[in-house]
């Protein structure tokens, strides 16, 4: 009775729960699929993944270039995303459009055109050569390829949560004598950091899954969507099914211990 009654009071919302439930159960299929198999059907295979000191240290660097790639984006999409979210200027279009550039082009272009202007010949990559800093086949390559496909989220994300702090709020501090910086750091940020904090998982976990770009400028060292190519290449699904499962529970793991972290509190 309970289910008619729905069906009877929110139609619409009840069928758009049945249509979005396909889109779930197609990503819990394709997932679980690969995880039964690896976990449940060959374990030794998860098992050797686990001992081998290639794939950790190939994780481990992951999540570490990354890691640093969503420091960088935070350090300037943030200041980036206040001026888009709280300030029109000439250009400011423009300046939205470019930001959301590396999401819509494939990832083998912006390889490319990393490798262009980052290589050791290239117009930057020359000059940083002289410093000793090579993005070819290095860490600073694997860095500057999540950076530039990772850092729309984070401006976007942030962007939105400067957005949804009302500006009246930051006019009553000023009003009461708190200049412009320290209305952004008492008020403005804390207001919008879990938008922050969101964004910049997302555009760490976007780090993570990056592979077009960085195969173009920094093939080695070997991050693990690299390996995991490499692997399919020589060894085929038996060889790199296991690197994958083992990406995918850690990952699991971290987003699911994230999630419970920033959730709200109850009574707050």
């Not at 929110?10 to 396909?22: D, E, I, R, T």
């Not at 999401?103 to 290239?122: C, E, N, Q, T």
Request: hydrophobic share 55%; net charge positive.
């Amino acid at each position: 009775m309970r289910g008619l009654d729905l069906l009877r009071r929110y139609p619409l919302s009840v069928l758009f729960a049945a249509v979005g439930s396909l889109l779930l159960l197609f990503t819990v299929v394709v997932l679980f699929n690969m995880v039964f198999r690896q976990v449940v059907l060959r374990p030794e295979g998860l098992l050797e993944a686990v001992r081998d000191p290639t794939v950790i240290r190939s994780i481990g660097l992951t999540m570490y270039a990354s890691l640093m790639a969503t420091l960088i984006a935070v350090s300037l999409g943030t200041p980036l995303a206040y001026l888009l979210a709280r300030h029109r200027f000439p250009g400011k279009s423009l300046a939205e459009a470019l930001v959301d550039v590396p999401v819509v082009i494939p990832h083998s272009v912006a390889g490319i055109a990393l490798y262009a202007l980052f290589m050791r010949h290239g117009a930057v990559g020359r000059a940083f050569s002289r410093l000793g800093v090579v993005f070819e086949d290095s860490l600073w390559g694997v860095v500057v390829a999540m950076l530039f496909v990772s850092a729309p989220f984070y401006i976007n994300a942030a962007r939105e949560g400067f957005r949804g702090v009302d500006p009246r709020l930051e006019r009553v501090a000023r009003s009461l004598g708190a200049g412009q910086w320290t209305t952004f750091y008492r008020v403005t940020l804390p207001l919008s950091l879990r938008s922050l904090i969101s964004g910049a998982v997302m555009s760490w976990a976007r780090g993570i899954s990056e592979f077009g770009a960085i195969i173009f400028l920094a093939y080695y060292p070997m991050v693990a969507p690299t390996l995991i190519y490499y692997r399919f290449t020589i060894h085929g699904l038996t060889g790199s099914q296991p690197v994958a499962v083992l990406l995918i529970l850690l990952c699991l793991a971290i987003f699911l211990a994230l999630r419970l972290y920033t959730r709200p509190r109850r009574g707050r």
